[in-house]
């Protein structure tokens, strides 16, 4: 096996035959190029079928009783946010199907993975104590004149859906772990990702046992999750560097699953759509101020997207092969 730049170059062999979902290693035959047919016209369902549930789901599940518009208006809200929630939160699942079917995990940087395990647990907080603490809700109506917060049901559902599906992932990091021997550089980053991270899981537990002890004398609870959406952001800001960078490194985007991220852009675009929205039709666009985690995620999204389609359709993309005519080689996503 090869190494770029500090990093294996995946092959297609006799024994990863799920390395890529529209390759086959029976070169030639008639099943081979069934095979890979048929793993290709799977693969591309991700998207439209995630945008197909969220439209249905949006449009059975009754709208928000709290919602200051009209039926039609809180429909439409309704049918943006979990069209959002499906695009995202199925983001997760063709990389962990990939990493599955490769048995290997090459390709998808640890580093992104441990940040953004934190980073959602950070955000699953701040939605379900929005969302169900009452107390909470009084002390973010009080610093807002009344107004209630932005956050959904289907918020809460994915940020804590995310969590699930990233803690996998990195459960699967453990297990197929297959990464070449880190270069000094790439050494620094993981342990300062490490060292970071643990000290403010440290800090935030901490900060949590304080606000308990004193009954929110020190700390209201409000200004604790608030801290942690802020973190959130940041962890955003950074959290695709380390993936971004890999893929330039080895010029390739092998093992990086696209479908995730024209889900992941699919989602931040239409969460951030969502929220424009409300703030809109309720004429209260301290909606927006005061959930800038969602405002920012989304558009951290879109922004680190557009550069991996760039990366993937145009900087780095493969040859295609014919499987009858030519070598088999491992392409692009």
Request: charged share 15%.
């Amino acid at each position: 096996m090869a190494q770029v730049n500090g990093y294996a170059d995946t092959q297609v062999s006799g024994t990863s035959e799920a390395s890529h979902p529209c390759v086959s290693v029976e070169a030639g035959s008639r099943g081979g190029d069934l095979s890979r047919a048929r793993r290709c016209w799977t693969n591309n369902l991700w998207v439209p079928l995630a945008l197909l549930v969220g439209i249905i789901v949006g449009l059975i599940i009754p709208a928000h009783s709290e919602f200051k518009g009209t039926a039609f208006e809180a429909k439409i809200s309704q049918v943006l946010g979990w069209t959002y929630f499906f695009a995202w939160s199925t983001s997760f699942y063709p990389q962990v199907v990939l990493n599955y079917q490769r048995r290997s995990v090459h390709g998808l940087s640890c580093d992104y993975q441990m940040l953004n395990a934190v980073g959602f647990a950070c955000y699953f907080i701040f939605n379900i104590m929005l969302f169900c603490s009452s107390a909470v809700q009084e002390e973010y109506a009080h610093a807002h004149n009344g107004s209630s917060s932005a956050v959904q049901l289907n918020d809460v559902v994915f940020a804590g859906h995310a969590f699930l599906l990233t803690s996998i992932t990195l459960c699967q990091i453990a297990v197929y772990y297959d990464y070449p021997p880190l270069k000094k550089e790439d050494l620094l980053l993981r342990r300062a990702v490490v060292i970071i991270l643990s000290v403010f899981i440290v800090v935030a537990v901490a900060i949590a046992v304080v606000i308990i002890a004193t009954k929110e004398g020190a700390l209201d609870w409000l200004t604790y999750i608030s801290i942690l959406a802020q973190a959130k952001v940041a962890i955003s800001v950074v959290k695709y560097c380390p993936q971004v960078w890999m893929n330039y490194k080895r010029k390739s985007t092998v093992g990086w699953n696209i479908h995730n991220v024209l889900l992941d852009f699919s989602g931040g675009a239409l969460s951030v759509a969502q929220l424009l929205y409300d703030a809109w039709v309720e004429n209260d666009w301290g909606k927006v101020s005061g959930d800038p985690a969602k405002l920012l995620l989304g558009n951290l999204s879109i922004f680190f997207d557009v550069i991996f389609m760039a990366q993937h359709y145009c900087l780095y993309r493969a040859p295609r092969h014919h499987p009858t005519t030519e070598p088999l080689s491992l392409s692009t996503l």
